[in-house]
């Protein structure tokens, strides 16, 4: 388990995390949301043992990650972008990373690298960015630590490369307890293979859940009434947002499906329906509620 106490870090008069307090369990797949600036990469390099937190802990298994050896072998950090030694082939950076990892696993290395058909002796600078990318997580799985610690994991990745990480993620799960932790602002991705998410804004933490908890208690709800008052919907329900254009109604509402529709039967509604919000549409509706609105960003 990673365990995330009430960590903060600035850069200078930049505060990039502010309080922080998250939990990660095993052999699940944490999904990192976050607005532009949230301090995803930040909280990642922290988790890794890379920096330092300037106040809180960061425990990987009970150790402090930062000041244990053994807690960091067990963290494997993958950039946005990668840095690899200008010359350096396959095999270089394979040394490389055993040398740091113990437990790197040699022959389940080779068997991706021919699997992906990656060449071994070419030099990486030559390399697309979806076959870095590649690279980058295939060291990763191999240096058999037990979280990996991925930003934007499957950008530059093109479809059958990004089912075919996620094979191995799933695989490498049942296998030896990965705990993969991905950073990303493609949410759709994340939203077909989390077990969990935690929502980052402004350096804190606006909420962290299960994924399959949070979609049954956020509903989308389309009605076309004609005998109600704006002010009653918000009475009814614990809405996160409300659209009204004529007679058609548009909320978002927290809650479970039950209760909901009972309140919506209430109104005596001409039409309604319930609808399954995206992952997407949960990351707008909860952001929203905060003031970070594409109204006033425009605006």
């Known amino acids: 388990m990673i365990e995330i106490k009430k960590v903060k870090k600035s850069f200078e008069d930049i505060e ?9 369990k095993e052999k699940t797949v944490f999904g990192m949301l976050g607005t532009n600036g ?9 988790m890794a043992g890379v920096i330092k937190p300037d106040a ?3 425990l990987v298994d009970g150790q402090e990650v930062y000041s244990s050896p053994s807690a960091k072998a067990n963290c494997f950090y993958v950039s946005d972008e990668q840095y690899y030694y200008p010359s350096a082939t396959i095999r ?3 040394r490389f990373y055993r040398t740091y990892y113990p437990g790197f696993d040699r022959k389940k290395f080779k068997g991706f690298i021919d699997q992906f058909n990656l060449p071994g002796n070419r030099k990486i600078a030559g390399f697309s960015k979806g076959m870095k990318k590649q690279l980058s997580i295939l060291l990763g799985i191999c240096s058999n630590a037990r979280y990996l610690l991925l930003d934007e994991t499957f950008d530059g990745l093109d479809p059958v490369m990004r089912q075919g990480v996620k094979s191995i993620f799933a695989s490498e799960m049942e296998d030896r307890s990965l705990t993969p932790v991905i ?11 989390c077990d969990h998410v935690g929502l980052l804004h402004e350096g804190g933490i606006l909420l962290s859940e299960d994924l399959a908890d949070l979609k049954c208690n956020l509903h989308k709800v389309q009605m076309v009434a004609d005998d109600y008052h704006p002010d009653e919907l918000k009475d009814l329900f614990d809405v996160v947002q409300l659209a009204v254009r004529g007679r058609l109604v548009t909320m978002t509402v927290r809650g479970e499906e039950p209760q909901i529709e009972s309140a919506v039967k209430t109104l005596n509604p001409v039409y309604y329906e319930l609808l399954p919000l995206s992952l997407e549409e949960i990351f707008i509706s909860e952001t929203e509620g905060i003031g970070y609105d594409i109204k006033n960003i425009i605006s």
Do not use: C, F, P, Q
């Open 38 to 46: 949230a301090g995803k990469s930040t909280l990642l390099r922290m």
């Open 16 to 24: 990039a995390i502010a309080g922080v307090s998250l939990k990660i």
């Open 92 to 94: 270089d950076m394979e």
């Open 183 to 193: 950073a990303s602002h493609n949410l759709r991705e994340l939203e077909d293979i």
């Open 56 to 58: 809180g802990k960061i």
